[in-house]
């Protein structure tokens, strides 16, 4: 049985993958949703008592964490990751600790920005120096704005509910720093990356640079856009075809003998 694990990234925790861990044990794999620090908890609760500290959090502790995680398990995964997750995802590959790599909607490493109005917008509004430590705090408006373009308010005031929570500056400032460098000219394990085509966060356009900034030529990193998605792409209406697609990629890949190896 193949272990996935999945990472989530900003103004989230392992509620907002619920349905993809359905999804994927009912297909037989084993399935492991570690929250970020100061992330475990009921979301709704999360919002209304934000930890102590959270404002504090940076890149590299959570990076800490989910390499911990990765490694306590008996053989190296699969590593599914949204957003932040997706940056953290290329990150344990690098780092040989990964068999098979799912970026969805992903930060991108070594300050590869996009030179579109929304993700200029939405990293401006998060990484505001003038902010502090101050976390970011996500309402129903931002988040619409955001995460859920696509969608209706009645879907968007849901997502929101069940999912959101507030989060610290910090990690976005540190993926654009040295805590979000990768060598990527190294041989690497197979990497799919996922964009959606009205993602207002991560441009579906630099989903694909990131892939294609891998050079090596005997390393697999692939790339698709999926139609009329925003950056809710794991939870929105369509989620299941998203799944399905990465399902069968995994299994075209799994039979690649790339043995992951540690690095570091």
């Known amino acids: 049985m193949k272990t996935i694990v999945f990472i989530h990234g900003m103004f989230q925790n392992p509620k ?3 349905k993809w861990v ?6 037989g794999y084993k399935c ?4 970020w620090p100061l992330h475990r908890g009921e979301p709704n609760a999360l919002r209304q008592n934000p930890p102590a ?3 504090d ?3 590299q502790t959570i990076v800490n964490e989910m390499k911990a995680v990765v490694r306590a398990l008996p053989e ?8 932040v997750g997706g940056l953290i995802a290329q ?3 690098a780092e040989g600790l990964v068999d098979l790599g799912v970026p969805i909607d992903s930060v991108a490493p070594n300050a590869m920005l996009a030179f579109d109005w929304g993700f200029m917008k939405n990293s401006a509004l998060i990484a505001n120096p003038l902010k502090g430590n101050e976390p970011f705090y ?8 955001s995460f859920c373009n696509t969608m209706t308010e009645e879907e968007t005031k849901a997502a929101y509910e069940q999912t959101a929570l507030h989060d610290s500056r910090n990690v976005l400032r540190d993926c654009m720093g040295e805590a979000g460098q990768i060598d990527m000219d190294m041989p690497h394990a197979p990497m799919l990356f996922i964009g959606g085509e009205k993602d207002e966060i991560i441009p579906a356009a630099l989903n694909k640079r990131n892939a294609e900034a891998y050079t090596d030529e005997a390393s697999i990193s692939e790339f698709i856009e999926f139609s009329n998605r925003g950056h809710w792409i794991c939870g929105q209406q369509g989620w299941e075809e998203v799944a399905i697609y990465i399902e069968g990629w995994l299994q075209k890949h799994e039979h690649i003998q790339y043995h992951a190896v540690e690095m570091h």
């Open 138 to 145: 996500m309402d129903l408006e931002s988040f619409r704005a």
């Open 16 to 18: 907002s993958w619920h």
């Open 76 to 83: 190296p995964p699969i590593v599914i990751g949204h957003s």
């Open 22 to 27: 359905a999804f994927f044990t009912q297909r």
């Open 57 to 59: 959090l940076h890149l």
């Open 32 to 35: 492991i949703v570690p929250a």
């Open 53 to 55: 500290g959270l404002g």
């Open 91 to 93: 990150l344990l590959v």
